[in-house]
């Protein structure tokens, strides 16, 4: 479902991403792993057509994202550290807002079932965004993405900012997820996170996809001395 073919950003004589390849298959959560500045947030922004690439191809269900970004962009569904709704709407309102944008239409029986299955608590769906934990508010954006039918979903820092309940209940979604069979790629800087949900783990150094493991080959432990074995080379 996503494809990056040596994709490379620059700006200037700066290198944010330098010649990346990697694949993520329908039901695979691959999981970005790096410091700041490393080329995570940049990878996902190619693939979602925030930016365009300076050498090679961004795909995306096998169509090149920079010749077709509107036909792209009907595959993906995006939730990124801060979800930004509209505070004065309810959730319920919030997801039928952004399921119409993305041409569905859906019984408010329907958009509370989906509010429901991504997480958020029934006595929650009518009550005014505003209010809405930042966990609360991702779940509204894992709503979107069921009510669009989303085949891939990318995710930049999802857990930052999560109490360790929160955490855990977004890292079983993403499974559910995985399971229906969207590709999920994610931008983060937590390591036991991606361990638990994550199918493969990238480790990401200044712009260079340096390494990729299995989740299930590696302990926790072996993970974090790997990471930072990388990070100090």
């Known amino acids: 479902m996503l494809e990056a073919q040596e994709l490379t950003k620059r700006y200037g004589d700066q290198v944010a991403l330098d010649a990346v390849t990697l694949s993520v298959a329908p039901g695979e959560v691959f999981c970005l792993l790096g410091a700041n500045g490393a080329g995570k ?4 922004h190619l693939f979602l057509g925030f930016l365009s690439p300076t050498s090679g191809r961004a795909m995306v269900n096998g169509l090149h994202v920079a010749a077709e970004p509107l036909k792209t962009k009907q595959f993906l569904a995006y939730i990124p550290e801060q979800v930004d709704l509209y505070p004065h709407l309810t959730g319920r309102e919030n997801l039928e807002h952004f399921a119409a944008l993305a041409g569905g239409k859906h019984s408010a029986s329907e958009l509370r079932s989906l509010l429901v299955e991504a997480g958020l608590p029934e006595e929650s769906l009518e009550r005014r965004v505003g209010g809405y934990s930042k966990g609360m508010r991702q779940k509204v954006g894992v709503a ?20 360790p309940q929160a955490s855990n209940e977004f890292s079983r979604t993403i499974r559910s997820l995985s399971e229906k069979g ?32 299995a989740a299930g080959e590696i302990e926790h432990a072996d993970l974090e001395t790997l990471y930072l074995d990388y990070m100090r080379s």
């Open 144 to 163: 979107i993405a069921l009510a669009k039918k989303a085949k891939v979903l990318l995710l930049d820092e999802p857990t930052s900012g999560l109490d």
């Open 182 to 213: 969207v590709a999920v790629l994610m931008a983060t800087h937590d390591l036991f996170r991606a361990k638990e949900c994550g199918t493969r783990l990238g480790i990401m150094r200044r712009g260079k996809l340096v390494t990729t493991v």
């Open 41 to 44: 947030t940049t990878t996902i």
